[in-house]
């Protein structure tokens, strides 16, 4: 039996070049976890902000990267539960709670006093196996592969957490899913079509717009115009919308915060364009505006995304699989804003 692998190494911050695929030792799982063949690892943004050493902490290199796991376990360690077995075919939660914790025992394991993540605080998918905690895996019916459980479970529990969770999305009510082309957005533009809603998106090219209105958005508007968010207000009799779904940061938050109603609210993710951003606070009160953090998706979030992909509610939308030797590539694909849904690595 062989005990090493192939993964794509992170062995130096910076750019892409970074990434290289060496043979390393493969792991072996701890208590309560198991090792997993990896069949599927999406790309996440934190992949590229690690990448980069952009983060406020950085993992020791050489690091393996990648969060969003799916594959088949190889192998069960000590102390799991009951149940899982080698063979069965599994998705990994990129969170690791600790499922002690105050936040934990109450259902916001998103929130963990003890966080850590997949691929950050240990390694991760860019590699033939990997080590994950029990705790987070999620049994996959034969219907859903690798590939898409890989595209949705980052992703998807974070939109549904955000749409439904945080921002309580009505049936009837208006969204506007800024950036819908991206990997979330095409998870956030089903989510809230399944959930009743009407759903306007932006995207920044008449491709991206077509694709947008296939996958169910009612209106798409170009958000490289400018005051884009006029158009947002024409399309709502001048009133706004009732949520906006808000991850792009710096870059849109001024019009995505003129694009609601009175008594709108704007639930927000992430910021990869700038964290920090300005807000006026006449609109903010006057027109009784709320704004709601949201950060990724809890087990709970997990469990119902799932269940709409398997009864096929919400489809994955993967841009393209690559080979570990494509890793950088792969990661250009996400930083160049020309794909359309998740990039996925398949090593
Ligand atoms: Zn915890």
Known sequence: MTTDMRAALLTSTGGPDGLSVARVPRPRPGLEEVLIQVEACGINRVDILIRDGQTPTAPPLPHILGCEVAGTIVEVGPGTRPGWLPGDHVVSRPLMSCGLCRACRTGHDNVCDNLKILGVDAPGGYAEFVVVPQRGLLRLPGTVSARTAAAVVGTGPTAWHMLVTRGRLQVGETVLIIAGASGIGVLAI???????ARVIATAGSASKRERLLDLGADEVVDHMSERWHRQVRQLTGGEGVDLVFEHVGQ????????????GGRLVTCGGHTGFDVSLNLWPLFAKEIEVIGSFAGTTQDLHQVFGAVARGEVSAVVHGSYGLEEAALAQRQLEDRSSVGKVVLVP
Do not use: D, E, H
Not at 190 to 196: N, T
Not at 251 to 262: D, E, F, H, N
């Open 251 to 262: 870059a849109t938050w001024a019009s995505s915060i003129s694009s609601l109603r009175k």
């Open 190 to 196: 089903q989510i809230a079509k399944r959930a009743g």
